[in-house]
């Protein structure tokens, strides 16, 4: 039996994925994977992640690798693989162990996709597949002075044409193979097929699934959010693994227009679509720009301020500011939005006759906490306490003492306060007063 605390954490879920379905809804997204993501016993719950997204108006291309199933085909026959600088030599032969792999895989997958099982996640999806020749390549020419001969490069994508499928509600199936315009056929790597069909098409994502390692930087630390930047420079840094192999072209296609790139690890149950439905992901995001702003307040940030605060005044930690008050004093906020959520905020009230501006209600949401938003907004206070002329801020806290005391406020006394708020101040509270001064930037 369910229990009461296991119902309300999935409503909780799904009302915080609420705002996702209506902004992923008619978007395109571009999800590519390994050969080795069919070999997995969970591959299965990949793709009933996919028919999840698809059931919710997603419209998807699908990219596929082969090279287990190549370099499987290859050993079998007594044939060594080749690789120059990452790229395989295809040989005459091992094209044809090539098209024979691609073929199978495409048809396992589309098999898959196919099922409507009762009492199964896909019961009732009726998923249509369509795949064909959306890829045109040209020949990879000679690397290090190896011709990699029928080894190819994207040249270009049939976007309109994979438009057309998708407006028709149909999954669009990709191998990572592309055909010239005199009929040769070339093989290619999925993470160029899925980057170039991205750009091609003006996804709002390209989520790349790493079928082995996890999404981390080169001492095993997480890796959350990066800019395309960011990334580049991460990248170099990086040991051989699928991390390195994505990074670049995830950087690629945000330069050319891709709203944002995930890594995804298929270590992780479910990465797919926490990565999506939830706020801190778990993989790595790939933006051109940050995807995070810290801004003055409006009068539309209010409700949001209020959700971040709300729970602290319960708690005690913050006094209490009626919604009316709010409105009316929003104009002192800054807040820090992410994703088109207010997730931190703080407020900045000048004392008349002073040199002095009172810092408060800095507050950030729990699930964002840790991450140095605090600080964040902390420094745009003290920006604008500068630009208003002022010398020294300071606040009142009862839980919080020991994290100012850090970020270099003394205590001082109420007595210490200018006038007009020292009138103002609450005895029965007995708040502690902290002070630092603004020596410079």
């Known amino acids: 039996m369910t229990s009461l605390a296991d ?15 209506h902004a992923f809804r008619g978007k395109t997204f571009v999800i590519a994977f390994g050969g080795d993501a069919m070999l997995r016993e969970d591959f299965v719950d990949l793709i009933h ?77 009726e998923i249509r597949v369509a795949s064909g020749n959306y890829v045109t390549a040209q020949p990879a020419g000679v690397v290090d002075g190896v011709d990699l001969q029928f080894t190819g490069e994207v040249r270009k994508v049939a976007a309109q044409a994979i438009r057309s499928r998708l407006d028709a ?57 990066l800019t395309a930047a960011q990334a580049q420079r991460l990248a170099r840094d990086l040991p051989e693994g699928d991390m390195k192999l994505y990074l670049p072209h995830a950087v690629r296609a945000c330069k050319h227009g891709v709203a944002r790139a995930h890594l995804v690890s298929a ?31 409006t009068i539309d940030d209010v409700g949001g301020v209020l959700q971040i605060i709300e729970p602290l005044e319960q708690a005690g930690v913050l006094v209490h500011r009626p919604r009316e008050l709010l409105e009316q004093e929003i104009g002192q906020f800054f807040v820090a939005e992410l994703d088109s959520r207010i997730v931190g905020c703080v407020a900045l009230y000048p004392v008349a006759d002073s040199d002095m501006g009172e810092m408060a209600c800095l507050a950030v949401a729990q699930e964002f906490r840790g991450g140095g938003r605090g600080d964040d907004l902390l420094h745009a206070v003290e920006d604008a306490a500068r630009d208003m002329g002022l010398k020294r801020i300071f606040v009142l806290t009862t839980r919080t003492a020991h994290w100012f005391v850090e970020r270099g406020f003394v205590a001082i006394s109420p007595d210490d306060l200018p006038a007009k708020r020292k009138e103002l101040y609450n005895w029965q509270r007995r708040s502690k007063v902290l002070m630092k001064p603004l020596e410079g930037p």
């Open 7 to 21: 119902t309300a954490s999935f409503v909780d879920w799904f009302r915080a994925a609420a705002p996702y379905i």
């Open 49 to 125: 992640d996919v028919n999840l997204l698809s059931a919710i108006g997603v419209r998807l291309v699908l990219v596929h690798g082969v090279r287990p199933q190549v370099e499987e085909r290859l050993n079998a026959s007594g044939s060594a693989p080749v690789y120059v600088q990452g790229k395989r030599v295809t040989d005459a032969v091992t094209l044809e162990h090539v098209k024979d792999a691609v073929g199978s895989v495409r048809v396992d997958i589309e098999s898959m996709l196919s099922v409507g099982l009762p009492n199964t996640p896909m019961a009732g999806a």
């Open 169 to 225: 509600g149909e999954i669009v199936l990709l191998s990572p193979i592309g055909f010239s315009p005199t009929g040769e056929v070339f093989n290619l790597t999925l993470e160029e097929v899925a980057t170039a069909s991205a750009i091609a098409l003006g996804a709002e994502k390209l989520l790349f699934i790493l079928d082995h390692g996890a999404t981390s930087d080169g001492k095993g630390r997480p890796v959350n959010r």
């Open 267 to 297: 270590d992780v149950d479910g990465a797919l679509l926490m990565e999506l439905f939830t706020h801190q992901g778990v993989g790595t995001m790939v933006t051109r720009q940050s995807v995070e702003d810290l801004r003055p307040a």
